[in-house]
């Protein structure tokens, strides 16, 4: 699997930046927690373009955690706009959440998330199985895209016979495979080593210089580093907006 | 559409593998499901074998004849209005039948005089007691309905004669003659010599009471001379359309008042009895024994329906951190919903099939260790066994799966 990753000293490139994908404007969250209403997100502006690879930053409470729900689709605001290609989402109900999620939003967590029953293979089709389509492209869409993250040869294993490493990676391609507009990564090095971690690292080098759009939430500065852009919450605010240096 | 194919297939796929990583817990799941459907399906079969025999009791009477008699089938309260009526004597069959002779298109058929009396039967050492001897004509050939296994009955010349010939029950040739032809024999009914000419085949007993295949059959004038008419007859009529039944029912009526010379306001001073009026007094009975031995039972499959909800709520419970995953990877609520009814109708299912080939194998040994016990299967149980276990899985089901298809899926991703 080595060839993935990309020799530390090499130069980075940027790409420029396409058409919006995220535009965020004046968003604020509450929640009740029995009678105290906590402020998670107080007016939060953000544009997100193709080709970008974007760290969201802060410290627990800051209100990461909520932007990032919001930026996945999976939690819609209090108040404010939100557009994702063009389309208000702020509004929306359950299942068009769940569409949008399904075609235009690849999800990595932490704790990878993969069905402990099924193979490497038929975790990587879930997603394609919700989107309609047919068992045979399934197959051949799953196997291409494992062999894409440097898992061809494990597709048939299960998760538990997979090291963290591999998990994370049968996570990325499941994020992958529908084609989504962005991938969504919450601390995806959180629960790996730290060699296994710039190996992921590199493996989103990969997939931004393919062409990706990827935002990563993180509270390690080292893994920020990575990104492109880097945007710092505190208090439900945003604190600072600009690339990495 | 196809989307929620493809999703039905990961569904149950999903269920099957989940079923088989928690083998114990989805076996204890399903046995109270298994309990339910033996005990339902049991009490089916109960149900339709006791049917089937009342049935087949019911037309050993004969859903062509009607019966003249002094007292109806039912019980009556004012019993003074019967008990003064005349008689019914062998002769009216003779006048009934010229009436019937001269009614156009007449229903009726035949009015055949039956006269009977509870004897003993002997051969040498052998003896068979409570033994029905019918006195009847000829005509009786016309109303009977059940085939010879010997022999044949008696005919005209010896039925005016009064020749002391008879026909027997089946059980009755068989506990005197002990498998040998009864043919040309020598029986004592009451004492006198009859020459055996005919035996029936097997025809069963009805309702277990009455035994069929224990009955004698002899000449009018003979069963006269032997036991006296004194205690009366009854008339068995045979009518032409079954499906005609209260018309004819009319005219036999219209025909007796003649015969007896009724005035007109005249109370019948007779009744006409027919087996579908013991159907209709014995049917609510029958059919409360089926409701409650249905309920009862059916307690037994609420109880495994309990079982399946409580399991389906813990599968909910501690998959809940996979469903907000699924929600984040594009499942909609139906796909959530769809997946753990799946899960629910599966052990049901499974239970169910369990369940059936228990009470088939069940319901083939009562038979063969008791044929006489009324059990019977049938593939209609199977479908409705089946249909009963998808819409206990289903109704069991629901309430867990539709939680789980509500979870939000922030809170979903979070749980630990």
Redesign the interface.
Known sequence: MSHTVAPAASPRITRPPGAVVIDIEEVTKLYKMGAEIIHALRGVSVEIRRNEYLAVMGPSGSGKSTLM?ML?C??TPTAGRYLFNGKNVAHMA??EL??I???EIG?V?QTF?L?P??TALANVE??L???????SLRRERAAQTLHNVGLGERMMHKPNELSGGQRQRVAIA?ALV?NPSIILADEPTGNLDSKTGVEIMALFEQLYEEGNTIIVVTHEEDIARHARRIVRLRDGLIESDGPAE | MKRLLYELTESFRIAFAQIRANKMRSALTALGVIIGIVAVTLMGTAIRGIDTGFQNSLNMLGDDILYVQKWPWHNVEDWWNYVGRPPITPDLAGKLNSVIAQTPNSLLEVAVPVAGRGTTAKFGENKVSNVMTLGTTAEYSRILNADFKEGRLFNETEDVAGRPVCVLGYDIAEALYQGRSALGERVFLNGHPYLVIGVLAKQGSFLGLLNFDNQAVVPLESFRKAFGTRRGAELRVKFRDKNRLSDAKEELAGAMRRVRAQLPGERDNFDINEQSAIKAQLDPIKQGIALAGLFITGLSLFVGAIGIMNITFVSVKERTKEIGTRKALGARRRTILLQFLIEAVSICLIGGLVGLSLTYTLVIAVGAAFPAFPVEFSIGLVFLSMAVSVAVGIVSGFAPAWGASRLDPVVALRYE
């Open positions: 729900n996945g999976l939690d359950d299942d769940a569409d999620r399904n075609r999800f967590f998330n069905l029953r099924s879930l997603p199985i919700y989107a309609g389509q047919p068992a499941r529908n």
